[in-house]
């Protein structure tokens, strides 16, 4: 156990001692923090052009209800925005004008154009509006658009039926909808206020906690691959052989990157947890959450690292892992396929199945155990006997392969040669 602890160490110290894995750990929360203020300032500024567009109205009391919205519009948003200029089209035959109105898009004079259908105003089945445009991806005005034309044919729809357009608007006014938790019931037994549904605690927390346990494995496993596979080809390991087994070898190097990938995780928690005090949403991450994500990145990092040491030791060459990296790497990245049905419906078979796979469970599973209620007891329990078995058997498998494959060489290795490794006595 000494020979295992003291190469784990110098693989801990090593890393941590070197510039690229200090300017990593410091710069990584530097440019996604950049990123959120440039998408931020771009949101803003990007568009500030002039969105200039063409009304055909036949029936003459669709655009006049457009025109003033977008005036309207254009005052409460000042210069934080694109103005929206609308203007009729000229009357004439449907298709004629929308040629001609395609032609200065193309131009550049008109960024879109609506065509209201004959017929809207009545009801006609199928009858619409048809938005015109070279550039799709702006969807800021064709959603305004939907929303002021809907309000302009349902004005002129009342009008038409001879309804007092007050009484119809109070009639038809749409009642919000509040968000709550559940009532609780307080120590006098009288039932308590519900308290707000927060989207930190039901989506945020749950989400990022899943994708920071994604990224500290993603990042960490491929690196222990290449180290391995870098001392093997300077035949560093023939010469430590003399001195430890292999297996002692490989729990070596997998807890000093688990060592490593954990005080990246305790900088990383320790800022969110006090950016999330600072914004007052530190109650939203509970302190059972926090453990769980440690014992999860622990069982993790132990799956997935000793898959990729075994295929480290097994190869000659970084060209060589390619094809075995493919079914890891899929293991590995498999538990982002089902997290959106996971976030839906938490309690579902599919969602207690799913988790109590083993190389998908810490994932998946610390994800149900942040959305509240949380699963039962034995889920957690049971998901934490089947991993820690699964990690058992992993480590073991790649014991038996590291132990004959660090001394191969110009071997190219396969799935059967692998398992005829394992097989070995």
């Known amino acids: 156990m000494r020979k295992v602890a003291a190469i784990a160490v110098t693989e801990f110290v090593n890393t941590v001692r070197s510039r690229g894995f200090l300017l990593a750990l410091m710069l990584t929360p530097v440019f996604i923090g950049a990123s959120a203020v440039v998408q931020l300032v771009i949101k803003e500024r990007v568009d500030v052009g002039d969105r200039r567009f063409a009304v055909h109205d036949p029936t003459g009391r669709v655009y006049a209800a457009v025109a003033q919205a977008a005036a309207e519009r254009d005052a409460e948003a000042g210069q934080r925005g694109p103005r929206f200029i609308p203007e009729a089209a000229p009357p004439g035959e449907p298709s004629a004008v929308a040629a001609a109105l395609s032609k200065r898009i193309k131009e550049g004079t008109l960024f879109a154009f609506v065509m209201v259908d004959h017929g809207v105003l009545e009801g006609r089945p199928g009858a619409g509006f048809a938005y015109h445009t070279q550039r799709q991806t702006y969807l800021d005005l064709p959603l305004w658009l939907k929303g002021v034309l809907d309000e302009a044919v349902m004005a002129e729809r009342v009008k038409g039926e001879r309804l007092d357009a007050k009484s119809f608007a109070r009639a038809t006014k749409k009642a919000p909808l509040r968000r709550l938790g559940l009532v609780e019931v307080g120590p006098d037994g009288k039932p308590l206020g519900a308290l707000p549904a927060s989207l930190a605690g039901d989506f945020v927390v749950p989400a990022a906690a899943m994708f920071l346990l994604f990224l500290l494995v993603f990042m960490s496993v491929p690196m222990l691959l290449h180290s391995v596979i870098e001392e093997k080809q300077l035949r560093i390991w023939e010469v430590l052989v003399a001195s430890v087994s292999p297996f002692q070898l490989l729990m070596g190097k997998l807890l000093g990157n688990t060592l490593v990938s954990l005080s990246v995780s305790f900088f990383y928690l320790g800022g969110a947890v006090a950016l999330a005090e600072r914004f007052g949403v530190g109650d939203q991450i509970p302190p059972q959450l926090i453990a769980w994500f440690l014992v999860f990145q ?36 498999f538990p982002m396929f089902g997290w959106v049905a996971i976030l839906r419906a938490p309690d579902s078979g599919f969602a207690r199945l799913l988790s109590l796979f083993p190389p998908a469970t810490p994932m998946l599973m610390l994800l149900r155990i942040a959305l509240p209620p949380g699963p039962q007891p034995w889920e957690v329990g049971l998901a934490f006997v089947l991993t820690v078995a699964f990690t058992w058997l992993c480590v073991w498998t790649a014991g038996k392969i590291f132990r004959i494959g660090i001394l191969a060489q110009g071997q190219t290795p396969t799935l059967a040669r692998l398992v005829s490794w394992v097989l070995a006595k």
């Open 298 to 333: 622990l069982l993790a990092l132990l799956i997935y690292g000793s898959m990729f040491s075994a295929i480290g030791a097994a190869c000659s060459e970084l060209r060589d892992a390619q094809s075995l990296m493919t079914p890891a790497m899929f293991l590995l990245i």
